[in-house]
């Protein structure tokens, strides 16, 4: 069955800087593109950025801010997150991409706040 565990969310100040991690199971994860979405309140899940089996990058709206990496022989997947803006405040959640599958896992809460 796949799953997905995210972590490394919490409450930090604007400018400040987060790394979330993903454990994935039940699924070939060296040979899958992944990403990172996220859900703020009131608002549709959108895709924030994905990574290829080999490293390729993409960011949709954070470039340059958030730094998406992998650990195939984990299977983890990061997602570091510099400069952090009271907008990128949402729930965080990874699954494959640049379409997701329909499993999700509970996702992490990143609030930016002074």
């Known amino acids: 069955q796949v799953q997905f565990v995210e972590s490394g969310g919490g409450l930090v100040q604007p400018g400040g800087s987060l790394r979330l991690s993903c454990a994935a199971s039940?699924?070939?994860?060296?040979?899958?593109?992944m990403a990172w979405y996220r859900q703020a309140p009131g608002k549709q899940r959108e895709l924030v950025a994905t990574i290829t089996p080999g490293g390729y990058t993409n960011y949709y709206s954070v470039k340059g801010r958030f730094a998406i990496s992998r650990d195939n022989g984990q299977k983890m997947l990061y997602l570091q997150m510099n400069s952090l803006k009271p907008e990128d405040t949402a729930v965080y959640y990874c699954?494959?991409?640049?379409?997701?599958?329909?499993?999700w896992g509970q996702g992490t809460q990143v609030t930016v706040s002074s």
């Open positions: 699954n494959k991409g640049p379409s997701a599958s329909d499993y």
């Open positions: 039940g699924m070939a994860f060296s040979i899958i593109t």
